[in-house]
């Protein structure tokens, strides 16, 4: 039986008609599976190159159907994570502002029009399916788990009115014990509290790796009156006193330094997150017996949690996915409805999500050839030891392998790698490419067969293929290993296992026989623009716009070149479809009128980038066809006006305000 899951908007990427809220419905996915067995699945974001997106699931869906060689016509069931009459009443107030919309009518008749609209095709009776939006993030860690019985955690800031669910799972009956509203959100607290830190939506990890700078104890009487912990494990939040915190500080605006009250409010915040969490789970294990816990939703992302969790012995084993956020409702859609419908599939534990786009060793040097005039090819016949030899010497390297990775986590496919003993890495890498704050970790990548010599791992789990668990370095390693050593002398660590990933393993295996250490640093591979990266030609362009010494493609080892503006001529120029050019003629003064020009987006308007008047010409007039001295001559471009166009380019190509690519190759 063949099943499609999806999450996400309504809108395409080149349209806001729906006008959907820019933090609704995010992280578009889709996932197909046959019998229980995933084919294939991949994020909107990394196809369309918008983080977060919530524009409509049209490349994913295209990509999944591709991949199973099937046509939509094929497939047995479509599900989607909405409950049915929240999704109606949602519609129903879009509708009051927006009347074109009427027509549409119910949940439904949505997605008959969403799928003719982008495909064409008239949806078979009964082959669209809804499932409760918790309900998809429970089964998403529960049928990857592979356990028949747990416990199940789901905690965001809401799905479908719901923040947090606690299900006691047995043998795939799933009973609610525990369902709390908005109110008592737990990612809505999060959230707003992260506000006075210069934060939101979507930097909420940011705040967990600052928390270990911070002493919680500074302000805890005050976040205690953000709680009430019940009865029979249950909570109150009461978010109307947030705004007391004014009364310790104001909020941080965004290029301002962090202070030892900022880092003392995020200590406190992770560990008022931690008290809530342990006191629903203390009741519910009790009451349960279980001694498995699996944990999904956004909140369940909080790897500094999850490790405290394992930690405390609460339970034997604990499973989080790498995608226990939004985009993994589309697996768990996909996963719920296949064990209804088919009850004997039978329980399997997923250890890997390298589900996405395949790199083809084969194809690797046709698609490297046209960037020749901007990098050297070179194929590379012991790649795993020229590798490691790079990184010991201190290079940091793009690392591209495989079938990228599901979900917001690089796990050694579409990654960033270098020496984890080179302390002096975190300033490097974050100056090369990241440009993120400077406290945030990176993770290491350890040989499964040896986690427990470097790591405490307690009990007797020790795979960790997923970056969910914070836990501690082994006191006797942390100086040797800085580079991935948090400050509080923990990691978020990934273990590899050969089998899953023979090459990333491998090439860690090498590094560790010549260092005594099989451990690599580990970031995903993009700027802070952009999503991690997906195809070879996106490798290519965050290669280009950033301080990295190598990538590695497959067998090839490409490097860069010193180009010439002349050559930067030759690169055809595209405005990304979500873009949206705008020139606006308005008084500067009392008396005086001046035009501006700018780029934003048509999913969030407010973040909007001047425009040199030059550069707002090539973009109006870049068609996706001519290279850019074609258009600087088309438009009459003189030396100066040319001269400014080069200046201004690799800022804007950086920040992905513009597609550049040789011209044998289609945006």
Known sequence: MLILGLNGGADSVFDSSFGLSKNAYHDTASVIIQDGTVIAGIEEERLIRIKHTNKIWVLSVQFCLEEANKS??????????????????????????????????????????????????????????FVDHHTTHAATAYYMSGFSDSLVLTIDGL?????????????????????????????????????FLGYSHFDEYKVMGLSPYGASETYKEEFKRLYTLLPSGDYSLHRERITELFNILNPRSK??????????????????????????????????GHTRLVISGGVGQNSSMNGKILYSGLFEEVFVPSFAGDSGCAY?????????????LPYKNITHAYWGTLI???????????????????????????????IIGGAVIGWVQGRSEFGPRALGNRSIIADPRVGSHKETINAMIKMRESYRPFAPSVLVERVRDFFEVPGKQDVFPFMSFVLNVRPEWREQLPAITHVDGSARLQTVNKNDNPRYWELIETFGRKTGIPILLNTSFNNNAEPIVDSIDDAIVCYLTSGLNYLVVGDYLVTKKDWSNEQLATLIVSLPKAAVLKREDRYISYTERGFSHFLTWNYDASRCYPLSDVWY????????????????????????????????????????????YPGNLVA
């Open 72 to 129: 939509l016509a094929d497939i047995d069931r479509i599900v989607v994570y909405f409950n049915q009459d929240v999704l109606n009443r949602i519609l129903k107030q879009e509708q009051l502002n927006n009347p074109s919309l009427i027509e549409i009518g119910s949940p439904h008749k949505l997605f008959e029009h969403l799928f003719f609209r982008e495909f064409e095709f008239c949806l078979k009776e009964n082959q669209l399916v």
């Open 159 to 195: 799905g479908d009115e719901v923040a947090t669910n606690v299900i006691d799972v047995r043998n795939k009956r799933f009973d609610y014990l525990l369902s709390k509203p908005a109110s008592d959100s737990l990612g809505l607290l999060y959230w707003e509290v992260i506000r």
């Open 360 to 390: 083809d060793d084969i194809e690797v040097p046709d698609i490297l050839t046209p960037w020749q005039g901007f990098v050297s090819i070179e194929k590379m016949e012991q790649r795993s030891e020229q590798v490691s030899n790079l």
């Open 255 to 288: 290029d301002a330094p962090f202070t030892q009250i900022h880092m003392d409010i995020a200590a406190a915040l992770q560990d008022t997150l931690e008290a809530i969490v342990f006191h629903v789970l203390r009741h519910y294990q009790k009451l349960t």
């Open 617 to 660: 010409q090539v973009l109006q007039q870049s068609d996706g066809l001519r290279t850019l001295q074609q258009l600087m001559t088309d438009l009459g471009l003189g030396d100066e006006q040319q001269n400014q166009v080069f200046e201004e380019l690799l800022s804007l190509w950086s920040d992905r305000l513009i597609i550049l």
């Open 332 to 344: 768990g859609a996909a996963a719920y409805v296949a064990h209804q419908l088919q009850p004997n």
